[in-house]
Nanobody, 127 residues
Framework: QVQLVESGGGLGQTGGSLRLSCVAS????????MGWFRQAPGKEREFVAA????????HSASSVKDRFTLSRNNAENTLYLQMNTLKPEDTAVYYC????????????????????WGQGTQVTVSS
């Protein structure tokens, strides 16, 4: 099974940028569709963005579209989330997630589609 470790969170400013990384280990990274989710204080976890195992297909939530860019480097077993034009409402714990998808090349936006999760990284955006 795959293990996921997120990094890159921290304090950002409104209008600024942060880049999150998620490093996978323990299983071939290119067999997994990946996603980012976030959970703000007092709220349920929500979908942010997803990418197919090849990286050719991506999908983002409307709240982050045109601001966040999801990418992956299969050679380096790493998933990235480039977050630009940050807003205070982006404050949350961000989780990367993996779904074993060896025969497909789809993205998945539903939380229940993912079996493997990282521990999360805190992103705080000051106004």
């Amino acid at each position: 099974q795959v293990q996921l470790v997120e990094s890159g969170g921290g304090l950002g400013q409104t209008g600024g940028s942060l880049r999150l990384s998620c490093v996978a280990s323990g299983s071939p990274f290119n067999l997994y569709a990946m996603g980012w989710f976030r959970q703000a204080p007092g709220k349920e976890r929500e979908f942010v963005a997803a990418i197919s195992r090849s990286g050719l297909a991506t999908h983002s939530a409307s709240s982050v579209k045109d601001r966040f860019t999801l990418s992956r480097n299969n050679a380096e077993n790493t998933l990235y989330l480039q977050m630009n034009t940050l807003k205070p409402e982006d404050t949350a714990v961000y989780y990367c997630a993996a779904r074993f998808d060896p025969l497909g090349d789809d993205y998945f936006a539903a939380e229940y589609a993912y079996r493997y999760w990282g521990q999360g990284t805190q992103v705080t955006v000051s106004s």
